[in-house]
């Protein structure tokens, strides 16, 4: 099986423009969760999607959204970028069957540089 | 924010030495997993230890889990080159009532092994 994709894998960007990053899960998954990792900071959850719903979001401004399409395929978007938004992007899936042992599986990470 | 720290925040070991990295947490858990990372890519999944168990293995790597003081370790054996990465903690603590499910990570341990 393919594993996780993203794309695109490297993106700069200047202030207050958007972007958006995409994510294909590995096949049958249904669960997609996007991650923030900054050397600040370290790897923060941003959100989870499941069944084309947000089923939690972590702690981050309203600027940062996403959606999980049809085929569990999910995009992410960041509006206004700021420097601080400079971050290696990382989308996960997984089975989510509702069993207590959940592995989520990582794609190669979008790295996000904002000028 | 961070569910736990990972301690050291770096190691520097020679070629067949034994790695050993520990994390602490904060709150009761279902799951602690430990992941790998290379250089800024993407998160591998090593092994998963559910809160009820004390000790796993897979291979060269052994993890230990103590829930009454909330910590676990990871200990690398005969170590190699290959084996120099980024090793992160991460805890979960089963699915919400809304059916979601999130990953808390640490903030990792850089291990560098010396050929």
């Known amino acids: 099986k393919a594993g996780v994709t993203q794309t695109p894998r490297y993106l700069i960007k200047t202030r207050g423009q958007q972007v958006t990053l995409s994510c294909s899960p590995i096949?049958?998954?249904?669960?997609v969760s996007w991650y923030q990792q900054t050397p600040g900071q370290g790897l923060q959850f941003l959100f989870e999607?499941?069944?084309?719903?947000?089923?939690n979001k972590g702690n981050f401004p309203g600027r940062f959204s996403g959606r999980q399409f049809s085929n569990s395929r999910s995009e992410m978007n960041v509006s206004t970028l700021e420097l601080g938004d400079s971050a290696l992007y990382l989308c996960?899936?997984?089975?989510?069957?509702?069993?207590?042992?959940?592995?989520?599986?990582f794609g190669p990470g979008t790295r996000l540089l904002v000028l | 924010s961070q569910q736990g720290e990972e301690d050291p925040q770096a190691l520097s070991i020679q070629e067949g030495e034994n790695a050993t990295m520990n994390c602490s947490y904060k709150?009761?858990?279902?799951?602690l997993q430990w992941y790998r990372q290379n250089s800024g890519r993407g998160l591998v999944h090593l092994i998963l230890?559910?809160?009820?168990?004390r000790e796993k293995h897979s291979g060269r790597l052994r993890v230990t889990l103590d829930t009454s003081k909330k910590s676990s370790s990871l200990l690398i054996t005969a170590s190699r080159a290959a084996d120099t990465a980024s090793y992160f903690c991460?805890?979960?603590?089963?699915?919400?009532?809304?059916?979601?499910?999130?990953?808390?990570f640490g903030k990792g341990t850089k291990l560098s092994v010396i050929p």
């Open positions: 096949s049958g998954h249904r669960s």
């Open positions: 991460a805890t979960d603590r089963g699915y919400s009532g809304a059916g979601s499910y999130q990953l808390t």
């Open positions: 999607y499941f069944s084309e719903t947000q089923r």
């Open positions: 230890i559910r809160s009820n168990e």
């Open positions: 996960a899936s997984s089975l989510s069957t509702g069993s207590s042992q959940e592995t989520q599986y």
């Open positions: 709150t009761s858990i279902n799951n």
